[in-house]
């Protein structure tokens, strides 16, 4: 079979599935939840709804949904990438000492943040596609290396000192335009860009026969290699994008940057409803998740609640959402 013909069988379904995807599916349930969500809180609290603390959500979220959008498509390929705090560490680390001790602009500092996560993507790529090691074996392994890259270029507990030359994507007044944070609109225009792509272009729609049957893709003449690379690059590139908007602020960068962040962006992922064994997912979930996340997040701090409640909260998401892939799965697999 070849691949003008992959994409002919596929047709059908992809204008029927495209144009109704916004309506259906786990993210109509998320979508929902969120909804019910905020309302619970705007009754139960005085500030929710307050710009300042919708700024927050908003600005928080960002890193997450950019460095997710990457995280889709690596999960839809049937890989995993649990080294991105590993990369956002190194990044914000590189990009913190060029500003400062360089004096580096603003388009230089993104252009070597994008450009390092890029290449620290590609190692992670070539090992996967080439290696034929499991990605999970691989990114944790590249996890632990990119730390302790991070450290030995700190030199010290932290680099103090950054100037707000990135502050266009900070949390600050330089980084909002009537009253919306830029790094939240940037989070947008990716997002919409990555599910024209996955949705409409073929070699998006690689992705998913990827991970659906990677040996029938291969048979089909897809370079399921070159695609497998280029999610890696692809989501190393946007999490330099994700660095740049956590240091964008200035001031300090400590060494825990980046600590824990693979967690938040794997779950906002799953949450919204990708297939952690491949083959399904889109970016409009990842955006939903992700504002869970970061919703659940702003709750427990509104409600003065234990903050490891957060962690038990999005926990519960996760198994309920990896849960009912595997009993789609399953049904899917009986027919």
């Given at each position: 079979?070849?691949?003008?013909?992959?994409?002919?069988?596929?047709?059908?379904?992809?204008?029927?599935?495209?144009s109704?995807?916004?309506?259906?599916g786990?993210?109509?349930?998320?979508?929902?939840?969120?909804?019910?969500l905020?309302?619970?809180?705007?009754?139960?609290?005085?500030?929710?709804?307050?710009?300042?603390?919708?700024?927050?959500?908003?600005?928080?979220?960002?890193?997450?949904?950019?460095?997710?959008?990457?995280?889709?498509?690596?999960?839809?390929?049937?890989?995993?990438?649990?080294?991105?705090?590993?990369?956002?560490?190194?990044?914000?680390?590189?990009?913190?000492?060029?500003?400062?001790?360089?004096?580096?602009?603003?388009?230089?500092?993104?252009?070597?943040?994008?450009?390092?996560?890029?290449?620290?993507?590609?190692?992670?790529?070539?090992?996967?596609?080439?290696?034929?090691?499991?990605?999970?074996i691989?990114?944790?392994?590249?996890?632990?290396?990119?730390?302790?890259?991070?450290?030995?270029?700190?030199?010290?507990?932290?680099?103090?000192?950054?100037?707000?030359?990135?502050?266009?994507?900070?949390?600050?007044?330089?980084?909002?335009?009537?009253g919306?944070?830029?790094?939240?609109?940037?989070?947008?225009?990716?997002?919409?860009?990555?599910?024209?792509?996955?949705?409409?272009?073929?070699?998006?729609?690689?992705?998913?026969?990827?991970?659906?049957?990677?040996?029938?893709?291969?048979?089909?003449?897809?370079?399921?290699?070159?695609?497998q690379?280029?999610v890696?690059?692809?989501?190393?590139?946007?999490?330099?994008?994700?660095?740049?908007?956590?240091?964008?602020?200035?001031?300090?960068?400590?060494?825990?940057?980046?600590?824990?962040?693979?967690?938040?962006?794997?779950?906002?992922?799953v949450?919204?409803?990708?297939?952690?064994?491949?083959?399904?997912?889109?970016?409009?979930?990842?955006?939903?998740?992700?504002?869970?996340?970061?919703?659940?997040?702003?709750?427990?701090?509104?409600?003065?609640?234990?903050?490891?409640?957060?962690?038990?909260?999005?926990?519960?998401?996760?198994?309920?959402?990896?849960?009912?892939?595997?009993?789609?799965?399953?049904?899917?697999?009986?027919?």
């Amino acid at each position: 079979m070849s691949s003008a013909t992959l994409e002919k069988d596929r047709a059908p379904s992809r204008a029927r599935h495209g144009s109704l995807r916004l309506a259906e599916g786990q993210e109509v349930v998320l979508a929902a939840l969120l909804v019910a969500l905020w309302l619970a809180l705007a009754l139960s609290t005085d500030t929710f709804f307050a710009a300042s603390n919708l700024q927050n959500i908003l600005f928080t979220v960002a890193p997450v949904a950019i460095a997710g959008i990457g995280m889709t498509a690596v999960i839809v390929t049937a890989g995993i990438d649990v080294s991105v705090g590993g990369t956002l560490a190194v990044v914000g680390v590189v990009v913190a000492k060029l500003l400062r001790d360089a004096g580096a602009g603003l388009l230089m500092a993104v252009g070597v943040a994008v450009v390092t996560g890029a290449v620290l993507g590609l190692v992670n790529g070539l090992l996967v596609a080439y290696g034929r090691l499991h990605p999970i074996i691989v990114t944790f392994g590249t996890l632990n290396v990119f730390r302790f890259v991070a450290l030995q270029i700190f030199d010290s507990k932290q680099v103090s000192g950054v100037p707000g030359t990135l502050g266009v994507l900070g949390g600050g007044e330089s980084g909002l335009s009537l009253g919306v944070p830029h790094a939240a609109v940037l989070a947008l225009v990716l997002a919409a860009g990555a599910w024209t792509y996955m949705r409409y272009v073929p070699t998006g729609r690689h992705l998913y026969a990827v991970g659906g049957d990677a040996s029938a893709a291969r048979l089909a003449g897809v370079r399921v290699e070159r695609r497998q690379i280029s999610v890696y690059v692809l989501v190393g590139l946007l999490v330099g994008l994700a660095a740049c908007v956590r240091i964008g602020s200035g001031g300090l960068v400590g060494q825990d940057i980046g600590t824990g962040f693979e967690l938040e962006v794997i779950a906002a992922v799953v949450i919204g409803g990708t297939s952690i064994l491949g083959g399904r997912g889109s970016v409009v979930g990842t955006l939903l998740g992700a504002m869970l996340v970061s919703t659940i997040t702003s709750a427990v701090t509104l409600l003065n609640w234990q903050n490891e409640l957060t962690q038990l909260f999005i926990g519960l998401f996760i198994v309920a959402a990896v849960g009912a892939d595997l009993l789609r799965e399953r049904r899917r697999r009986s027919l």
